[in-house]
């Protein structure tokens, strides 16, 4: 069995969403790999199932083990009660993924959403690098259905989203559909007037992709045009009537 990650508390009396039950993520979600691993998973389970009623989820992590956040968002989805989540200062990659699991997503007005593109590490000849590649390629696929189901983008965004690997603030999650409420709004009205002219890009709050792109811009340094003259003929008056005087011969 893998280091737990997650903790359970079991409140007096329901919470503001009416759970009896809270579920703490903290950190980074297993410090192992749930792959091929029967315990752990079923330990979770275990714990989420030894009780009835609505639960909260509180989620403050920098992500993890993609299969470790795939299981948790199964078992969530299937549990028969509502699922608030709460995300308290970080849901990150495979975090955020666990996140969609919510009937409701909240979000701290200083917190943080990022999705991202899956990676790994390979060793090996070609054909295993191109293994590894597929193999990535269909976790992206897996990832962007969460994704999809909770938002309601179409799988271009999101997947331009995860290239760009995109980190939103709570008005901007909520925006584009990753978050439903804001917490400790006390009921202001967040909805902002939608320019139809902005492009979608440009919800989103930080790009890697766009930093290292201006990055590079700025590092590599632009032509200049050539502003010199060309060389006028100086030709002395002399020389030229030799030059003359030869061709005549």
């Known amino acids: 069995m893998t280091r737990k990650f997650w903790r359970w508390t079991r409140n007096e009396t329901p919470d503001s969403f009416g759970s009896d039950r809270t579920l703490y993520l903290d950190g980074e979600i297993s410090d192992e790999t749930w792959y091929g691993d029967e315990v752990t998973p079923q330990v979770f389970k275990d714990e989420l199932n030894s009780g009835k009623g609505n639960i909260t989820l509180w989620i403050n992590s920098p992500g993890g083990d993609v299969f470790a956040a795939a299981q948790i968002y199964n078992m969530l989805m299937d549990y028969p009660y509502e699922v608030t989540v709460k995300i308290d200062a970080l849901a990150a990659s495979a975090a955020s993924v666990i996140a969609m699991a919510g009937t409701k997503v909240c979000m701290s007005p200083v917190a943080m959403l990022m999705v991202h593109n899956p990676a790994t590490i390979a060793i090996g000849d070609s054909e295993e690098m191109q293994k590894a590649i597929d193999m990535l390629s269909e976790v992206k696929e897996s990832i962007m259905n969460a994704y999809e189901i909770k938002s309601g983008l179409s799988r271009n965004k999101i ?34 007037e939608e320019n139809p002219d902005e492009p979608d890009d440009s919800l989103m709050l930080f790009s890697r992709k766009a930093v290292t792109d201006s990055l590079l811009s700025k590092l590599i340094p632009k032509r200049k045009p050539d502003t010199k003259k060309p060389m006028e003929n100086t030709v002395k008056v002399t020389d030229l009537q030799k030059r003359l005087s030869l061709l005549s011969h």
């Open 159 to 192: 997947s331009r989203l995860m290239d760009a690997e995109t980190w939103m603030n709570a008005k901007e999650a909520k925006k584009l559909g990753f978050a439903d409420e804001i917490l400790f709004a006390d009921g202001q009205d967040e909805t902002e």
